[in-house]
């Protein structure tokens, strides 16, 4: 980078960047170090859902709802959670390539939430975002010379020399070299294009990089090359980077703390090793479970409830994760097995989400019977409840005769939870932020140890 583009070098937050339980106020990820470079409070992206003519809100996706996260300066952050959770649309939130519906954005000790014109520029100037797919960041009409450059033209350097020094020196910054500024993006692999992209987003010196999967759209060997890229980026300049990624094993290696986010809440957050070694939530722990493992032995945890990711307009009540979560908290009279309680919740939820095995669903058209029911949901042929069984019953015959909201009302009933009931608290374990109720403080269930780990 010319000097003329560079900055005084920033202070770290810390010796060796690494980052424990001990960085942060107790409840809240508060860096203490030395201010954030970037703060979010209440972070809320709703897309309104309209209809007719008039285009009449009818109701809203909350893809992003109150969020809260730091990064610190020179400090990788990752953000996590399956797809459909809500990092793109928080990411893009932040970056104001989205406007949000409520919330504070603050970097570099300014809010950027109103920001407009050239203070809005000089924002997007410093913080800058590298997409997934490489393919769709350039225009194919220009050299990458021309693409990389953009930015500096765009932020008003007119001198076309100055322009060209400072892109031969991004681009053998990212292992190119200066001549394939001559060249156009077509004749560059996907990994190469993933380089130019990051150097497009180097050029103008940023402080922020938002990386959105940068490295999900490229084969394993050229991920690392660009993983490695970006840690080289990251020592060299200081600079922050908040990671999107589904990979918790990249994540592992590249981030110092990571945000677990479930539609649209970040459900805990804490320093890498802290999280990935006993994570809290049901959640990070489900993720880490879609993990392979290498011990095949190793299953102390179930799969989730239910599948798919419910849909962020309508979102379920209370914690958001219960229609899913493996360790949802039985009522407190309940008498049967925590196996037991946990097939019969799967039924539950898997009854009222609709997404029945086809052996039971009503809507194929074939004759079901309350064993193929039972059968189907691994349910036991009788419970020692007969109070519960009653109830059971009377939901796989209304299954079995295709009444599946009477099945679900019943099962509602029958299977009541808190984890449905009410919102959880953000409460700390460790140190960390953890939005579970089996964190509350007057908890209705102990939270249950991460592979034999005791809490
Ligand atoms: N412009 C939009 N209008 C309406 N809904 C949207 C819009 N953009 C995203 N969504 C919805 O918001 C939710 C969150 O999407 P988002 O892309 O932010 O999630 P994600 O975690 O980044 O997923 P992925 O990894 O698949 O990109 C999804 O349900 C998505 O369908």
């Known amino acids: 980078m010319s000097d003329a583009n560079a900055d005084p070098p920033r202070e770290r937050p810390s010796e060796d960047g690494d980052h424990t339980s001990a960085d942060y106020a107790e409840g809240s990820p508060v860096w203490t170090d030395s201010e954030p470079l ?35 300066r020179g400090e990788v952050l990752g953000l996590v959670g399956e797809s459909g959770s809500g990092k793109t649309t928080a990411a893009h939130s932040i970056l104001r390539l ?17 920001l407009t014109g050239a203070d809005l520029r000089s924002f997007r100037r410093r913080a ?39 892109v031969a020196d991004v681009l053998e910054r990212v292992g190119l070299s200066a001549d394939d500024a001559d060249r156009y993006p077509h004749e560059f692999s996907g ?49 922050s980077i908040l990671f999107i990624s589904h990979d918790l094993d990249v994540v592992r290696l590249f981030c110092d703390r990571v945000a677990v986010m479930y539609l649209g809440e970040i459900v805990e957050q804490g320093a890498i090793d802290d999280v990935l070694d006993s994570p809290a939530h049901p959640y990070t722990r489900v993720l880490m479970n879609s993990v392979p493992s290498l011990d095949p032995t190793d299953r102390t945890f179930e799969s989730p409830l239910t599948d798919s990711i419910p849909d962020p307009s309508d979102p379920p009540s209370g914690c958001r994760f219960h229609t899913r979560c493996p360790e949802l908290i039985p009522p407190p ?21 609709g997404e029945l095995p ?63 009931r009410a919102v959880p608290e953000r409460s700390t374990h460790r140190g960390r932020p953890v939005s579970c109720h089996r964190y509350d403080d007057d908890r209705d269930a102990e939270p249950i140890p991460w592979r034999g780990e005791g809490l």
């Open 38 to 72: 970037l703060r979010v409070r209440g972070l809320e992206t709703h897309y309104p859902i309209t209809r007719g003519f008039l285009r009449r809100e009818v109701g809203r996706v909350r893809a992003v709802d109150g969020i809260d996260f730091e990064i610190g």
């Open 98 to 114: 989205e406007e949000p519906t409520a919330g504070e954005v603050v970097f570099d000790g300014e809010s950027v939430t109103d």
């Open 128 to 166: 800058q975002l590298v997409v997934q797919d490489p393919n769709e960041a350039f225009n194919p009409r220009l050299t990458v010379g021309e693409a990389v450059a953009e930015p500096l033209s765009l932020h008003g350097m007119s001198d076309e020399s100055r322009r060209r020094a400072i």
């Open 191 to 239: 990994g190469e294009k993933q380089r130019i992209s990051i150097a497009r987003a180097l050029v103008c010196n940023p402080d922020l990089i938002v990386a959105d999967e940068p490295t999900s759209a490229l084969d394993a060997r050229v991920q690392s090359d660009v993983l490695a890229l970006l840690e080289d980026i990251r020592r060299e300049h200081d600079i």
């Open 333 to 353: 009279d309940l008498t049967v097995s925590g196996e037991t309680w946990r097939r019969l919740a799967a039924f539950r939820f898997t009854v009222e989400t």
């Open 358 to 420: 086809s052996a039971v669903d009503p809507t194929t058209g074939t004759d079901v019977g309350a064993s193929a029911v039972r059968a189907a949901f691994d349910l036991p042929a009788e419970l020692d409840d007969p109070d519960l069984d009653r109830h059971v019953q009377s939901a796989v015959d209304s299954l079995a005769s295709g009444d599946v909201d009477a099945a679900t009302q019943e099962l509602a009933t029958a299977l009541p939870t808190i984890c449905e």
